[in-house]
């Protein structure tokens, strides 16, 4: 733990959160050589009462491109199966280093898609908490390992990341049915293939995608087309979509999340300790794909592949990893079934470039998508429809030189999924809203200031009979203001910079409401409302 996160902690401790803590924090007048370790507001995984087992996955330092590589073991003592399965990694890093991204395989299976906090010369440490529970059926063989964070340690950049990763097992059943199966796509001559259990009854495909660091694609909502004058440049502008298609046919349409990392807008100081969120758990794209079920039940390998819209031919950027989770009729050895409906609108994408002292792109997009399929269950005949509309709005501005650079932007990813046949008719209703609005500005003192607030929403209604049974409202929002001087060494720099998130989650399971604020890396709040 860092020096300032100790004396935070105890201020709090003597003093409770919220304003007292506040008052009592000591505030430098601008970044030192350490601050707060990274924290964020969203909840910890929740674990249950009762006996449970710890497996190792990794202890690895990351000083190049070589992934760590080693075996797991299924726990001993806790059976094989689990009412949960919590992944921690922890993490520390000192010296000068820059945001990496890493992820963690287990057996091929993605587990979890993370970035690195930026270290302070005195060293920092961090954790990230993710409920692995679906990932059970991978669990419960010995697999092998594979993690990378990839990092360039030498003379300038010498942070090593040093990580230790665990699973601790939960003995006792799951609260819903974890995947029978949880599969990877195979590579083939033809691209990657998926080869399904022949009595597939439900299928879901999960994607990791982000736009990777170094390139414009990890800024792509501020690319622009031609004729405009910006230095990122994409042929169709900011509009960035993710698809899947099974056989050629398009499956399912997703808006990626505006990913930040912590050297994220030219300021890293103000993620030091407040990343946006998910920068240290990228939430995977979620696909229902069990509308095709009926074509992927004949144990045929069928051909899947992702692909994101916008980016220009050619150009690299993303990684998009797939897991595909399956759940089996226990009573029926081959399920039947027909793709009954596959419509998609055409994409509306339309990027205007108005030149000018400050010029400015205002781009309005947006597609929609209509899947349904039935099977032929030991239940009965279930017919499965999925609707999603996906819509987004961005204003860009900038002037000569890009010494000011802003965007006020809004994605929409609304999905429903129903599902009919013996039993109540059910359906879930999953509206998600994206919103970033920022602006990196440079004086003529060679100062440069970013301004930003990012925001993650989600709703989600679950029906039966048409009656409401589980709902969930999600706002997870950040705000951050700092500065620096740039073209100067470290110690001249003189940054300052204040931060905040409140992360609320309210819902028929409950509430969950808690705010950080930051001052020059001092944690000066720390408020739960619930």
């Not at 990122?232 to 399912?252: F, M, N, S, T, W």
């Not at 399971?509 to 001052?519: E, H, Q």
Request: aromatic share 8%; hydrophobic share 35%.
């Amino acid at each position: 733990m860092s020096m300032l996160a100790g004396a935070t902690l105890l201020a709090s401790a003597l003093f409770g959160t919220g304003a007292a803590a506040a008052r009592a924090a000591y505030v430098p007048a601008e970044f030192g050589t350490d601050w707060h370790d990274p924290i964020t507001a969203a909840p910890p995984v929740d674990r249950p009462h009762g006996k449970s087992c710890q497996v190792t996955l990794a202890d690895a330092q990351f000083r190049d491109f070589t992934p760590y590589r080693g075996t797991y073991t299924p726990p001993l003592g806790c059976g094989d199966h689990w009412s949960k399965v919590v992944l921690r990694l922890d993490g520390k890093v000192k010296g000068r280093q820059y945001d990496r991204l890493g992820y963690l395989h287990v057996g091929g299976v993605e587990i979890l898609r993370t970035s690195t906090p930026e270290p302070s010369p005195d060293g920092i440490q961090w954790h990230v908490e993710k409920d692995v529970t679906r990932y059970s059926d991978t669990f419960r063989s010995a697999r092998d390992v594979e993690m990378l964070i990839g990092n360039v340690v030498d003379d300038t950049y010498t942070g090593v990341i040093d990580v230790h990763v665990t699973l601790t097992f939960y003995a006792g059943r799951p609260a819903e049915r974890t995947p029978d199966r949880v599969l990877t796509l195979a590579d083939t001559p033809d691209g990657t293939t998926l080869t399904a259990p022949r009595n597939s009854e439900r299928i879901l495909a999960e994607v990791y995608a982000t736009g990777s660091g170094g390139g414009c694609e990890e800024f792509w909502y501020l690319t622009v087309a031609d004729p405009a004058s910006y230095s990122c440049k994409a042929d169709h502008g900011p509009y960035r979509e993710v698809q899947i298609k099974v056989d050629g046919r398009l499956a399912g349409i997703a808006a990626p999340f505006p990913n930040v990392w912590t050297g994220g807008w030219s300021n890293p100081f103000l993620w030091y300790v407040l990343p946006a969120p998910g920068a240290f758990d990228v939430r995977p794209i979620e696909y229902d794909l069990t509308p095709f079920a009926g074509l992927l039940n004949d144990g045929r390998p069928h051909r899947v592949e992702v692909s994101v819209v916008g980016v220009p031919a050619g150009q690299p950027g993303w990684s998009a990893p797939v897991n595909v989770l399956v759940w089996q009729d226990p009573h029926r050895a081959r399920v039947t079934g027909a793709l009954t409906k596959d419509d998609a609108t055409d994409i509306a994408n339309s990027s205007t470039y108005t030149p000018g002292s400050e010029s400015r792109v205002n781009t309005e997009a947006g597609h929609r998508l209509a899947v349904s399929g039935y099977l032929d269950t030991s239940h009965g005949r279930v017919t499965t429809t999925v609707t999603r509309t996906l819509a987004n709005t961005s204003a860009h501005r900038w002037t000569d030189g890009e010494n000011t650079d802003g965007l006020d932007a809004t994605w929409t990813d609304d999905e429903t999924v129903t599902a009919g046949g013996h039993g109540p008719a059910r359906a879930t209703h999953t509206l998600r809203t994206y919103t970033l609005n920022g602006a990196t500005t440079i004086g003529t003192d060679n100062r440069l200031r970013t301004v930003l607030t990012l925001g993650d929403r989600a709703s989600v209604t679950e029906l039966r009979d048409g009656r409401r049974a589980v709902w969930s409202r999600l706002d997870d929002t950040y705000s951050g203001d700092a500065a620096y001087t740039i073209n100067v060494p470290r110690d001249q720099r003189h940054a300052v910079g204040t931060s905040s998130e409140r992360y609320r989650l309210h819902g028929s399971d409950g509430c969950y409401d808690r705010s950080l604020t930051t001052v020059q890396g001092v944690l000066t709040e720390d408020r739960s409302r619930c």
